[in-house]
């Protein structure tokens, strides 16, 4: 495994970090908790160390799955994060609300301390300075105490606000979706964020499987290696000199191998010179969806991820009715009764123009 130094830490932490989102679902829902613990442990064996995990992540069962596994092995063998914001703890920005969450995350996690702490799914700016308002103070309190290393913030921001968010000097660290589409939007937020000597940790590497789902598209990114296209895509990530981890959303041993094989012989590079290489190269879409389901609280019952999946299909120039047909099995009319209430929009990580899209679905064929 290959490792970095996380920021002006003094921590040394695999390339390859497991994102603990991806357990396996019919294990989840059985119960079979154990079980799914196991491709924690192996990804250890293989040497990742750092393992990122939140409350609601595979029906709320991620940190005691993860905490399962972690608890049988050594406390300085590995680095645990995890995540809250206003959302998790009831919309209540009280310090009892703060505590009564990061005590029950460290309670399933089987640790007596996080190694970091996240201010979870910044949106926009306004968010960032509401939020951090509201429980910074309970955030360094708890530090304070020794309940949390580093203080972090996970965002779907663009380049130029991450760039204000860093500005802040606030944080050690921060999660950003970062990859093979969207690099050129938020670059200039991950550059600004390691001369700061911040730590940066990347989630959706594969931009929520649209890469390994189109491997023709893609295949520009394997060039000179023995990479498959989903191998490539991850290391394109973590090759970047300013990126300290690239989490891998891992089910089975093999999708830990996968994502090791990834990082064999990594060559670090500054971002400028990566985006030189490939300015011209494949596609740079920032207005995908990523597929994290954020959306789906919709009031008419509207399926917007599988709909937005499908107009996806229509960016990378194929049909997107095919795929709501034969893929999905869903109607496009069925995207009409969408009552423009926003929503969807307003919880969008990527902040797509969903109700036009339904709308253009919704015409058909």
């Not at 005691?64 to 959302?87: E, F, V």
């Not at 990859?179 to 959706?204: C, P, S, W």
Request: with cysteine.
């Amino acid at each position: 495994m290959y490792y970095k130094q996380y920021g002006n830490t003094d921590m040394k932490v695999s390339a390859i970090g497991m994102g603990c989102m991806r357990y396996d679902d019919e294990d989840v829902k059985a119960g079979r908790l154990e079980k799914c613990s196991e491709v924690v442990l192996y990804a250890h064996e293989k040497g990742i160390n750092y393992f990122d995990t939140a409350p609601f992540y595979c029906d709320d069962k991620s940190e005691i799955i993860t905490g399962i596994a972690l608890s049988q092995l050594p406390r300085d063998s590995y680095y645990i994060s995890s995540k809250t914001n206003l959302g998790t703890i009831g919309g209540k920005s009280t310090r009892d609300a703060f505590r009564e969450r990061l005590e029950n995350t460290l309670s399933r996690l089987k640790v007596d301390y996080l190694d970091f702490y996240h201010l979870w799914c910044v949106l926009n700016l306004d968010s960032f300075e509401s939020q951090c308002e509201s429980l910074y103070g309970f955030f360094e309190e708890a530090k304070s105490e020794g309940l949390i290393r580093n203080i972090v913030f996970s965002s779907h921001m663009q380049g130029n606000e991450l760039e204000d968010a860093v500005a802040a000097d606030r944080f050690k660290g921060m999660l950003i979706g970062y990859n093979a589409l969207n690099y050129r939007f938020r670059q200039t937020g991950i550059t600004a964020a390691y001369e700061k000597g911040m730590g940066v940790v990347v989630m959706n590497p594969l931009g929520g499987g649209l890469i390994p789902n189109n491997p023709k598209t893609f295949e520009y990114l394997r060039e000179g290696t023995d990479l498959t296209v989903a191998q490539a895509a991850l290391n394109f990530v973590a090759s970047h000199k300013e990126i300290t981890i690239t989490l891998a959303g891992c089910t089975t041993k093999e999708h830990i191998d996968d994502a090791c094989k990834a990082v064999e012989n990594l060559k670090e590079r500054p971002a400028k010179e990566i985006f030189e290489e490939y300015e011209n190269k494949g596609v740079a879409l920032n207005n995908l969806c990523t597929g994290c389901a954020y959306c789906k609280h919709c009031p008419k019952n509207i399926d917007i991820p599988k709909y937005m999946d499908a107009y996806n299909e229509k960016l990378l120039g194929n049909n997107m009715f095919d795929r709501l047909k034969y893929h999905w099995g869903i109607p496009s009319e069925t995207a009409a009764e969408c009552i423009k209430c926003g929503k969807c929009e307003k919880l969008c990580t990527q902040h797509l123009p969903i109700i036009d899209r339904l709308g253009e679905i919704s015409k058909g064929a």
